[in-house]
């Protein structure tokens, strides 16, 4: 059983940054691929980046590539998600996730969420 906290969220403007944290509970943290999702309103959830449980490996969405940086802290049982160059359409609820396989952009192989974090961002 893995419980993730997610927390890092707020309201910023275009261009800014922000770092989202995942917190992580249990002592088998490094044997989970990782990932972040995000949601907005009247959309599904879609795939913002995901991480092996190493690190050694990642992968990120299209949209947020070269500004999102997925990376994790195994001693600190800690995911983070670096995000600059922050813009409207990247307002969204973030998700953590874990899941015990192979790091994936697919929500349904995950088996773990945290309850979410919102991010807001003003033009």
């Known amino acids: 059983q893995v419980q993730l906290v997610e927390s890092g969220g707020g309201l910023v403007q275009a261009g800014s940054s922000l770092r989202l944290s995942c917190a992580a509970s249990?002592?088998?943290?490094?044997?989970?691929?990782m990932g972040w999702f995000r949601q907005a309103p009247g959309k599904e959830r879609e795939f913002v980046a995901t991480?092996?449980?190493?690190?050694?490996?990642?992968r990120y969405a299209d949209s947020v590539k070269g500004r999102f940086t997925i990376s994790r802290d195994n001693a600190k049982n800690t995911m983070y998600l670096q995000m600059n160059s922050l813009k409207p359409e990247d307002t969204a609820v973030y998700y953590c996730?874990?899941?015990?396989?192979?790091?994936?952009?697919?929500?349904?192989?995950?088996?773990?969420w945290g309850q979410g974090t919102q991010v807001t961002v003003s033009s």
């Open positions: 249990g002592r088998t943290f490094s044997s989970y691929a």
């Open positions: 996730a874990a899941r015990r396989s192979a790091y994936s952009a697919y929500a349904g192989g995950y088996d773990y």
């Open positions: 991480i092996t449980w190493s690190g050694g490996s990642t």
